[in-house]
């Protein structure tokens, strides 16, 4: 389905650190100041609030009261990576329907003590995972990557070239934690934490905070003359969730890409923004929206250039592997780079003639299978 | 320090757990549909219905996936590592995530052959089905 009249009209963006024990709020606060700069927008026309969130200290409406925020819609973004991407579908559909016209999206990490991480039951892990010894999502994403080197054939130095043209694309990025040239050497002489897995396959979790800002076509002709528009989005939860031999290394996104293309070609997309946990996941989704077959994906990074002056640019400010992984704002700053590119404001990194992006999330690895939350979104600026 | 991760036993898996003590692998599988399934739930995920029954299976299957860690999210496990995490694929048609044990567990490799033990752990109540190399 196309969007008709939905825009994003601007971000904020905090520093980023290794380990911050600000308050998580104070996070959220400094990513909505620096969009409230940034669009002149005031604190009284905020009329929606999501805080994408599995670890807060209070629930979204009781956020929003602390901040003094007088809300139409409220959300708490419960679709983990995918978060950010699943919330402003919502809020998109919110504004579609005429409730609001302007929410604040933000997400956030800090090592706040005051946060309870509301792992809620987390049953199937609990139970049936991490009683095995487990190294945390680093074998999950393990164990799906040697099922894709072994069916496929894929190598370590084409999953490692994700990473090194990511970490080139994190060279300008004064956002970015990690800067410093990296080698595929380097990347192969990674310690194993998981085998395949090694550590510049991690994402490297931080402090910092992410806010998007979408408003209806009315108000974002008033705030911005670089209006981004949502063209279309989609989201599949649950994929393979009742099959009991799921293909490990065919994701929801694939279901996501069907929807998207049908509404516009993929050869028209300048940027993408791919969710970058680790570099497996950006191959498979790469296969899976059908910019190459199933299982091509090393061949395709072989043939193309990723960063941000190549032919295929992906993940053009370093992606969360190079700039830090701050919490579930790791979804969000996807987006913001996205905004940052269409927008014509990534300085040294900025892809020429950048008109529409491709903004993908996925979260929530589930049992014996990849990921549970896939969404996208294809955005586009016109003037 | 805190001990190594147990399972939070529930009434939707008391079952399981109590096979699992006697050294017994019990699967649920749905009366309705005939779905056999895992991890334990309290419905069918073919139907959403709620006709379960447990059923034993034979314990032998194949490994799908598997992976060396060096890191166990906690850290209690350390003792133990490269601990082989691996999904075993059971003859009857269900995957489930397990571990393989052994001294030959660096020997592991796709599609080899496994068969389910029980391992003890700091719960004298529990024992978690794992696999050897068959």
């Known amino acids: ?383 | 320090m805190a001990g190594k991760s147990l399972p939070v036993v529930n009434p939707v898996d008391r079952e399981y757990w109590a096979a699992a003590a006697k050294g017994e692998l019990r699967l649920q599988k749905c009366r309705a549909c005939g779905v056999l399934q895992f991890f334990p739930r309290a419905v069918c995920t073919g139907c959403l219905g709620s006709d379960l029954e447990w059923v034993p299976v034979s314990g032998k299957g194949k490994v799908h996936t598997f992976s060396l860690c060096r890191v166990p999210r906690n850290r209690a496990f350390m003792d133990e590592v490269p601990i082989c995490v691996a999904e075993v694929e059971l003859e009857e048609g269900v995957r489930m995530v397990t571990r393989i044990i052994g001294d030959n567990r660096d020997q592991v490799t796709l599609g080899a052959p496994v068969t389910v033990t029980f391992m003890e752990t700091e719960d004298p109540d529990i024992k978690l089905p794992v696999f050897e190399l068959a």
Request: aromatic share 8%.
């Open chain 1, 1 to 383: 389905m196309l969007r008709k009249k939905v825009c994003l009209v601007g971000y904020g963006s905090t520093e980023y650190s290794r380990k911050s024990h600000r308050p998580l709020l104070s996070y959220y606060a400094e990513a909505m100041q620096n969009a409230m700069a940034q669009t002149g927008i005031t604190k009284k026309e905020i009329n929606g609030f999501s805080m994408v969130t599995q670890a807060s200290p209070d629930y979204s409406p009781y956020v929003a009261e602390q901040l003094g925020l007088e809300l139409d819609w409220v959300l708490n973004g419960d679709c983990g990576g995918a978060g950010a991407v699943c919330a402003i579908r919502r809020a998109a559909d919110a504004i579609e329907a005429g409730y609001l016209d302007v929410a604040f999206i933000v997400a956030g990490n800090a090592f706040d003590k005051n946060v309870a991480h509301q792992r809620v039951l987390e049953y199937q892990r609990a139970n049936y995972v991490d009683v095995y010894g487990y190294g945390g999502p680093n074998t999950l994403f393990a164990l799906v990557q040697r099922r894709h080197m072994e069916e496929y054939g894929t190598t370590l130095e084409q999953i490692g070239k994700i990473a090194v043209s990511q970490r080139f694309n994190a060279g300008p990025n004064p956002q970015a934690l990690l800067r410093a040239p990296m080698t595929i050497e380097d990347y192969l002489n990674s310690r194993l934490i998981s085998d395949p897995i090694r550590l510049f396959d991690c994402v490297m979790p931080c402090s910092g905070g992410e806010c998007v800002v979408v408003a209806s076509e009315e108000r974002a002709r008033q705030i911005t003359d670089k209006p981004v528009y949502l063209v279309t989005d989609a989201e599949k939860i649950g994929f393979q969730a009742s099959n009991m031999l799921p293909d490990k290394t065919v994701t929801g996104m694939s279901v996501v890409g069907e929807h998207l293309f049908s509404e516009m070609s993929r050869d028209n997309i300048d940027l993408l923004a791919i969710y970058d946990d680790y570099p497996i996941a950006v191959m498979m989704q790469l296969e899976d929206l059908g910019y190459c077959a199933k299982g091509q994906g090393g061949p395709f990074v072989d043939e193309h250039d990723l960063t941000f002056g190549g032919d295929f640019p992906v993940n053009t400010g370093g992606g969360e592997i190079s700039v830090g992984q701050a919490g579930l704002a790791g979804g969000m700053l996807h987006v913001v780079e996205a905004l940052r590119q269409l927008r014509g404001e990534a300085g040294e990194r900025q892809v020429k003639a950048a008109e529409t992006a491709l903004v993908t999330g996925i979260g929530w690895l589930s049992y014996a299978r990849n990921l549970n939350t896939t969404a996208a979104l294809i955005l586009e600026r016109r003037s």
